[in-house]
């Protein structure tokens, strides 16, 4: 089951992960598990977001940045494809959920 839209998430703190960017792709280190991982472009994309919202993002608000129409973010699956992305970030040490 994915993760509900409209719940915030927040990437780990900027002292646990290192990354880099090259072309399409982010390279993501966790200090935290020691993992290292190779993100395709809608993971990288949604990770440096997640990394640059201060207060966290839902999976719908990086959804409408992505889309090109951010109105119809959902009828182009967006952001059901973001929920994807933030549920496989959870299940990696990458993000978790706001539960405040």
């Not at 719940?7 to 290292?36: H, I």
């Not at 994309?45 to 993002?57: D, F, M, P, S, T």
């Amino acid at each position: 089951m994915l993760p509900n839209p409209q719940v915030r998430w927040r990437a780990l703190p900027d002292d646990a992960l290192a990354w880099r960017r090259w072309g399409g792709e982010v390279v993501v280190f966790n200090e935290q598990t020691g993992s290292t991982h190779l993100l395709g472009e809608l993971a990288g994309e949604v990770l440096l977001r997640l990394v640059a919202a201060e207060g966290g993002a839902s999976a719908a608000a990086i959804a409408a940045e992505l889309s090109d129409n951010p109105g119809d973010a959902d009828e182009d699956g967006w952001t059901e494809a973001v929920a994807k992305v933030l549920s496989d970030f959870a299940r990696l040490g990458l993000a978790q959920a706001d539960k405040s």
